[in-house]
């Protein structure tokens, strides 16, 4: 069975610390946006610095789908 990954990027022009705090509640606005789903469940939380304006594009662009705080 292939782990779930969830993949939380973090606007590369925060402070570090407030980054991660920003990323937890990235994390739950992605399960309220995603109740009916089991994509995740818990398996691996994956945190990276990003320029978050080319990964929206990357994203859309793809079809896959994210959550933005």
Known sequence: ME?????VLINDNLDKDYGFVQGGHAVAQWLIDN???QQWNNQYLIYL???IEKWIFKLNL???KFSLF
């Open 49 to 51: 610095s990003a320029d």
């Open 62 to 64: 793809k079809g896959i």
């Open 3 to 7: 782990k779930k990954k969830l993949y």
């Open 35 to 37: 109740k009916d789903t």
